[in-house]
């Protein structure tokens, strides 16, 4: 693998930038894709792992840069694993807040023991455009999906998130205790471990 000192971010979200930069430390500094350009690429793909890759190589056309992607969602138990890959479209694009609204009433009448749920993470890093190698790192975080939000910290479904190695919603958690224990926090594990910066 190549030095790293520089990555760009293939995302346009900005709690993931912030989670990402805080686990990756000082070492290599992550640059957002937003600074070369506004247009997001369609995901098109069938999965976590190809979505992530998609992402990864449109950003290191765009930037010229190595690129690091990151492709995540929420699969919940009684919904077959719904929304998944689709979770930020959950509610055709209205946001946070709608996507939140819609899985609450899809759960309303859905008792405690069967809200299971996991949130995943792939990362995909791509030294340039046409990598015929990305490096691939998944993580997965297990809960249950509660009744009502809870929690002011974090982004996207993490009010709805609830934790039960720590008896609090995802929201809830300190910034850094969520990325000690989340999806993208293993699957960023991984990724240092692979670049040897663990
Ligand atoms: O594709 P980019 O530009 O990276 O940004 P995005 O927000 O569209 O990201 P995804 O396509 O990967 O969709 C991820 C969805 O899953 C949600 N999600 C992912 N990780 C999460 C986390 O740590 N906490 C809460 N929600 C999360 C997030 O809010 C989105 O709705
Ligand atoms: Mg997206």
Redesign the pocket.
Known sequence: MMNLTQLVL????A??LK?LQAMLGEAVQLRSIGEFSQV?PE?TGLSFVE?AIL?ARNAARISGLPAL??????AVDYLGGAPGIY??R?ADGKG?AA?NAKLLEALKDVPQEQRGAQ?V?VLALVRHADDPLPILCEGLWHGSILFAASGEH?????PL?WVPERNCS?ADLAPVD?NQL???ARAMALLRQRLGLA
């Open positions: 293939a995302s346009h979200n709690g993931k989670e997001e995901e979505n992402k992607a990151d492709d995540s969602g929420l979770s930020a959950y946070d996507n949130f993470c974090g982004f996207g479904y993490d998130f995802s969520k989340s999806h993208r």
